[in-house]
Protein backbone atom coordinates (compact mmCIF):
# COMPACT_ATOMS: atom_id res chain seq x y z
CA UNK A 1 0.00 0.00 0.00
CA UNK A 2 1.12 3.42 -0.87
CA UNK A 3 1.90 5.47 2.32
CA UNK A 4 2.38 9.18 3.28
CA UNK A 5 4.98 10.89 5.38
CA UNK A 6 4.54 14.30 7.13
CA UNK A 7 6.45 16.27 9.97
CA UNK A 8 5.42 15.40 13.20
CA UNK A 9 4.94 19.00 13.99
CA UNK A 10 4.84 22.45 13.03
CA UNK A 11 4.23 26.07 14.07
CA UNK A 12 3.11 28.93 12.77
CA UNK A 13 2.19 32.70 13.74
CA UNK A 14 -1.37 33.72 13.73
CA UNK A 15 -2.21 35.46 10.33
CA UNK A 16 0.45 33.95 8.64
CA UNK A 17 0.47 31.26 5.75
CA UNK A 18 1.03 27.39 6.54
CA UNK A 19 2.19 25.31 4.02
CA UNK A 20 1.89 21.66 5.13
CA UNK A 21 4.42 18.98 3.52
CA UNK A 22 3.70 15.98 2.41
CA UNK A 23 5.61 13.14 1.02
CA UNK A 24 3.52 10.05 -1.11
CA UNK A 25 6.39 8.74 -3.36
CA UNK A 26 4.71 4.92 -3.78
CA UNK A 27 1.46 7.01 -4.74
CA UNK A 28 -0.50 5.14 -7.56
CA UNK A 29 -1.85 6.45 -10.60
CA UNK A 30 -5.55 5.78 -9.29
CA UNK A 31 -5.31 7.38 -5.82
CA UNK A 32 -6.27 11.25 -4.49
CA UNK A 33 -4.40 13.06 -2.47
CA UNK A 34 -6.93 13.58 1.04
CA UNK A 35 -6.47 16.23 3.30
CA UNK A 36 -8.30 16.12 6.52
CA UNK A 37 -7.54 17.73 10.02
CA UNK A 38 -8.60 16.61 13.78
CA UNK A 39 -9.52 18.95 16.42
CA UNK A 40 -9.46 17.84 19.86
CA UNK A 41 -12.11 15.68 20.81
CA UNK A 42 -13.42 15.61 17.37
CA UNK A 43 -13.97 13.03 14.44
CA UNK A 44 -11.38 14.10 11.11
CA UNK A 45 -12.93 17.02 9.15
CA UNK A 46 -12.48 16.78 5.43
CA UNK A 47 -10.12 19.76 4.01
CA UNK A 48 -9.50 19.33 0.34
CA UNK A 49 -8.34 17.12 -1.97
CA UNK A 50 -7.39 16.80 -5.58
CA UNK A 51 -5.77 14.39 -8.34
CA UNK A 52 -3.07 16.02 -10.60
CA UNK A 53 -3.91 19.59 -10.54
CA UNK A 54 -3.90 22.32 -7.75
CA UNK A 55 -7.42 22.51 -5.86
CA UNK A 56 -8.60 25.96 -4.30
CA UNK A 57 -11.51 26.17 -1.56
CA UNK A 58 -12.68 28.12 0.91
CA UNK A 59 -10.55 26.79 3.70
CA UNK A 60 -7.13 25.91 1.72
CA UNK A 61 -4.88 25.27 -1.67
CA UNK A 62 -3.83 22.28 -2.30
CA UNK A 63 -0.51 22.25 -4.17
CA UNK A 64 0.38 18.85 -6.21
CA UNK A 65 4.03 17.99 -7.85
CA UNK A 66 4.23 17.32 -11.14
CA UNK A 67 5.48 13.91 -10.26
CA UNK A 68 2.32 13.36 -8.04
CA UNK A 69 5.07 11.71 -5.19
CA UNK A 70 4.22 14.87 -3.00
CA UNK A 71 1.93 17.76 -2.38
CA UNK A 72 1.48 20.95 0.18
CA UNK A 73 -1.54 21.80 1.78
CA UNK A 74 -1.76 25.64 2.02
CA UNK A 75 -3.48 27.78 5.06
CA UNK A 76 -3.81 31.03 3.48
CA UNK A 77 -3.97 33.18 7.10
CA UNK A 78 -3.54 30.56 10.36
CA UNK A 79 -5.90 31.01 12.87
CA UNK A 80 -5.50 30.01 16.56
CA UNK A 81 -9.21 27.55 15.48
CA UNK A 82 -6.53 25.73 13.05
CA UNK A 83 -4.32 23.86 15.43
CA UNK A 84 -5.19 20.56 14.68
CA UNK A 85 -3.55 17.53 13.58
CA UNK A 86 -3.48 17.35 9.50
CA UNK A 87 -3.70 14.28 7.98
CA UNK A 88 -2.49 13.53 4.20
CA UNK A 89 -4.41 10.76 2.97
CA UNK A 90 -4.26 8.93 -0.27
CA UNK A 91 -7.62 7.31 -1.72
CA UNK A 92 -8.03 5.09 -4.54
CA UNK A 93 -10.41 6.01 -7.12
CA UNK A 94 -13.75 4.52 -6.18
CA UNK A 95 -12.59 5.44 -2.16
CA UNK A 96 -12.30 1.94 -1.38
CA UNK A 97 -9.36 2.51 0.63
CA UNK A 98 -8.33 5.24 2.73
CA UNK A 99 -4.85 5.45 3.99
CA UNK A 100 -3.72 7.57 7.32
CA UNK A 101 -0.56 8.81 7.63
CA UNK A 102 0.35 9.70 11.26
CA UNK A 103 -0.29 13.39 10.47
CA UNK A 104 1.51 16.93 11.42
CA UNK A 105 0.19 18.25 14.51
CA UNK A 106 -0.07 22.69 13.96
CA UNK A 107 0.65 24.60 16.60
CA UNK A 108 -0.86 28.23 16.05
CA UNK A 109 0.41 31.00 18.23
CA UNK A 110 -1.13 34.08 18.76
CA UNK B 1 -28.67 17.76 6.86
CA UNK B 2 -27.79 15.34 9.95
CA UNK B 3 -24.20 14.34 9.95
CA UNK B 4 -22.96 11.43 11.01
CA UNK B 5 -24.29 9.64 14.23
CA UNK B 6 -22.09 7.22 16.39
CA UNK B 7 -23.42 5.68 19.43
CA UNK B 8 -22.97 5.25 22.30
CA UNK B 9 -20.30 8.03 22.63
CA UNK B 10 -18.44 6.22 25.22
CA UNK B 11 -18.85 2.62 26.38
CA UNK B 12 -16.49 0.12 28.96
CA UNK B 13 -16.57 -3.19 28.75
CA UNK B 14 -14.76 -5.85 30.66
CA UNK B 15 -11.50 -8.41 29.09
CA UNK B 16 -13.57 -10.88 27.49
CA UNK B 17 -16.95 -9.41 26.23
CA UNK B 18 -18.12 -8.55 23.15
CA UNK B 19 -19.24 -5.07 21.96
CA UNK B 20 -21.38 -3.58 19.24
CA UNK B 21 -20.64 0.12 17.80
CA UNK B 22 -23.30 1.95 15.82
CA UNK B 23 -23.12 4.38 13.02
CA UNK B 24 -25.47 5.96 10.87
CA UNK B 25 -24.50 7.06 7.83
CA UNK B 26 -25.41 10.43 6.34
CA UNK B 27 -28.51 10.17 4.41
CA UNK B 28 -27.77 9.36 0.93
CA UNK B 29 -24.45 8.16 1.55
CA UNK B 30 -24.18 4.26 0.55
CA UNK B 31 -20.45 3.65 1.83
CA UNK B 32 -19.16 3.10 5.14
CA UNK B 33 -16.25 2.77 6.44
CA UNK B 34 -14.45 2.17 10.61
CA UNK B 35 -11.60 2.87 11.48
CA UNK B 36 -9.44 2.22 15.23
CA UNK B 37 -7.68 5.83 16.64
CA UNK B 38 -5.16 4.91 19.50
CA UNK B 39 -2.38 7.39 20.48
CA UNK B 40 0.43 5.07 19.54
CA UNK B 41 -0.77 3.75 16.31
CA UNK B 42 -3.15 6.43 14.86
CA UNK B 43 -5.54 6.26 13.00
CA UNK B 44 -6.12 2.75 11.46
CA UNK B 45 -8.71 1.57 8.72
CA UNK B 46 -10.68 -1.32 9.62
CA UNK B 47 -12.84 -1.96 7.02
CA UNK B 48 -15.59 -0.62 4.42
CA UNK B 49 -18.85 -1.60 3.50
CA UNK B 50 -21.03 -0.44 0.31
CA UNK B 51 -24.34 -1.66 -0.32
CA UNK B 52 -24.09 -4.23 2.47
CA UNK B 53 -21.06 -5.96 0.89
CA UNK B 54 -17.69 -5.31 2.56
CA UNK B 55 -15.74 -3.80 0.17
CA UNK B 56 -12.13 -3.80 1.77
CA UNK B 57 -10.70 -4.98 5.03
CA UNK B 58 -7.45 -3.80 7.12
CA UNK B 59 -5.24 -5.53 9.38
CA UNK B 60 -7.09 -6.77 12.09
CA UNK B 61 -8.00 -9.77 13.99
CA UNK B 62 -10.56 -12.06 12.76
CA UNK B 63 -12.64 -10.78 16.70
CA UNK B 64 -13.52 -7.29 14.73
CA UNK B 65 -16.09 -7.65 12.52
CA UNK B 66 -18.40 -5.47 10.63
CA UNK B 67 -21.89 -5.66 8.56
CA UNK B 68 -24.34 -3.16 6.93
CA UNK B 69 -27.97 -3.11 6.66
CA UNK B 70 -30.03 -2.05 3.72
CA UNK B 71 -30.68 1.38 4.79
CA UNK B 72 -26.80 2.09 4.90
CA UNK B 73 -26.84 1.67 8.72
CA UNK B 74 -23.38 -0.25 9.79
CA UNK B 75 -22.36 -1.77 13.05
CA UNK B 76 -19.06 -3.02 14.24
CA UNK B 77 -18.65 -5.87 16.45
CA UNK B 78 -15.57 -6.74 18.74
CA UNK B 79 -15.27 -9.77 20.17
CA UNK B 80 -13.64 -11.24 22.99
CA UNK B 81 -12.34 -7.59 23.89
CA UNK B 82 -8.34 -7.00 25.39
CA UNK B 83 -7.60 -4.19 26.53
CA UNK B 84 -5.64 -3.01 23.56
CA UNK B 85 -8.92 -2.70 22.01
CA UNK B 86 -8.95 0.59 24.05
CA UNK B 87 -9.72 3.23 21.58
CA UNK B 88 -11.64 5.54 19.72
CA UNK B 89 -13.07 3.90 16.88
CA UNK B 90 -14.46 6.11 14.00
CA UNK B 91 -17.08 5.64 11.58
CA UNK B 92 -17.01 7.53 7.86
CA UNK B 93 -19.73 8.02 5.17
CA UNK B 94 -19.06 8.98 1.31
CA UNK B 95 -21.03 9.44 -1.22
CA UNK B 96 -19.94 6.66 -3.93
CA UNK B 97 -20.21 7.39 -7.62
CA UNK B 98 -18.02 5.15 -10.03
CA UNK B 99 -15.16 7.36 -11.26
CA UNK B 100 -15.46 10.13 -8.84
CA UNK B 101 -13.57 10.40 -5.61
CA UNK B 102 -15.58 12.00 -2.69
CA UNK B 103 -14.59 13.11 0.66
CA UNK B 104 -15.32 10.96 3.74
CA UNK B 105 -17.65 12.69 6.60
CA UNK B 106 -16.69 11.43 9.89
CA UNK B 107 -18.62 11.13 13.29
CA UNK B 108 -17.15 12.17 16.74
CA UNK B 109 -16.59 8.42 17.50
CA UNK B 110 -17.36 5.78 20.20
CA UNK B 111 -14.58 5.59 23.11
CA UNK B 112 -14.31 2.16 24.23
CA UNK B 113 -12.49 1.56 27.10
CA UNK B 114 -11.44 -1.89 28.23
CA UNK B 115 -10.70 -3.00 31.48
Known amino acids: DAKTTQPNSMESNEEEPVHLPCNHS???????IHWYRQLPSQGPEYVIH???SNVNNRMASLAIAEDRKSSTLILHRATLRDAAVYYCILRDWGGFKTIFGAGTRLFVKA | KAGVTQTPRYLIKTRGQQVTLSCSPISGHRSVSWYQQTPGQGLQFLFEYFSETQRNKGNFPGRFSGRQFSNSRSEMNVSTLELGDSALYLC??????????????FGQGTRLTVV
Open chain 2, 92 to 105: ASSLFEVGQNTEAF
Open chain 1, 26 to 32: TISGTDY
Open chain 1, 50 to 52: GLT
